[in-house]
C-alpha cells in the first residue's frame, strides 16, 4: 500500500472555532463509513458513522457528511476543545466484513 | 465503563524471536480483532476472530502470525519469528454482536525488533 511517512496534513485551529476534516475514500462498493479519533497514547476510538445511502449525519458536536460522486467524507467539530486534538482517521466497512479499512491520519490541533 | 486492555504496553525484542501480545477484550462482545500501526501510518487490519477461529486475515497475517482464545477473557497475537519489519503498535479490538464498524480499540502494545 502507500507510504504515508511520518508527516500527517495537520489542521491547527483555535479553541472555538469549527473544524472539517477531509478524507478521500477508495471503495464505492463500502457500506458505512466512519469517524475515529486517536489521541496520543491511545487506540482508536468511535465517534460516528454514516451508512452509505445518507449524505449527512448529525451527532453530539460533530456532523459527517458523505459525497458519493466524488468519493469524500468529511467530519466536521462543532465549537472545537482541547480535547478534540487528536488524530483522525476515516475508515470503511462493508456488510457481511468483519475488517475496517482505515484511511489515511488528520492530525488536529487546537490552540487555547 | 468498560474497556479493552492490552500487555504489554511495550514489548522490546531481538529479532528471531517469538512474542506473544495479549488482550482481554470487552466481557460480552463476541468478535476479536487484531490491527496494527507502523509509526505514522494508518491502521492496518490483521485478522479477526469469532466463535473460536479466524474468521478473516489480511495479506499481512501470514505464517508467522497465529492467534489464540486460550480462556474465555484473553486473547492473544503471537509472532513466531520476529522481523524488523514487525515494529509497529499493535491493538485489539472487540465487538458485540451488531454494529461491526463500531469497534472498541485498546490502547495498544509498542513492538519494536532490534
Known amino acids: 500500500g502507500e507510504s504515508v511517512g511520518l508527516h500527517l496534513p495537520t489542521l491547527s485551529v483555535q479553541e472555538g472555532d469549527n473544524s472539517i476534516i477531509n478524507c478521500a475514500y477508495s471503495?464505492?462498493?463500502?457500506?458505512?463509513f466512519i469517524w475515529y479519533k486517536q489521541e496520543s497514547g491511545k487506540g482508536p476510538q468511535f465517534i460516528i458513522d454514516i451508512r452509505s445511502n445518507m449524505d449527512k449525519r448529525q451527532g453530539q458536536r460533530v456532523t459527517v457528511l458523505l459525497n458519493k460522486t466524488v468519493k469524500h467524507l468529511s467530519l466536521q467539530i462543532a465549537a472545537t476543545q482541547p480535547g478534540d486534538s487528536a488524530v483522525y482517521f476515516c475508515?470503511?466497512?462493508?456488510?457481511?466484513?468483519?475488517?475496517?479499512?482505515f484511511g489515511k491520519g488528520n492530525q488536529v490541533v487546537v490552540i487555547p | 465503563e468498560p474497556e479493552v486492555t492490552q500487555t504489554p504496553s511495550h514489548q522490546v525484542t531481538q529479532m528471531g524471536q517469538e512474542v506473544i501480545l495479549r488482550c482481554v477484550p470487552i466481557s460480552n462482545h463476541l468478535y476479536f480483532y487484531w490491527y496494527r500501526q507502523i509509526l505514522g501510518q494508518k491502521v492496518e487490519f490483521l485478522v479477526s476472530f469469532y466463535n473460536n477461529e479466524i474468521s478473516e486475515k489480511s495479506e499481512i497475517f501470514d505464517d508467522q502470525f497465529s492467534v489464540e482464545r486460550p480462556d474465555g477473557s484473553n486473547f492473544t497475537l503471537k509472532i513466531r519469528s520476529t522481523k524488523l519489519e514487525d515494529s509497529a503498535m499493535y491493538f485489539c479490538?472487540?465487538?458485540?454482536?451488531?454494529?461491526?464498524?463500531?469497534?472498541?480499540f485498546g490502547p495498544g502494545t509498542r513492538l519494536t525488533v532490534t
Open positions: 479490538a472487540s465487538r458485540p454482536q451488531v454494529r461491526p464498524y463500531e469497534q472498541y
Open positions: 475508515a470503511e466497512n462493508s456488510e457481511g466484513n468483519n475488517r475496517l479499512a
Open positions: 471503495n464505492s462498493a463500502s457500506d458505512y
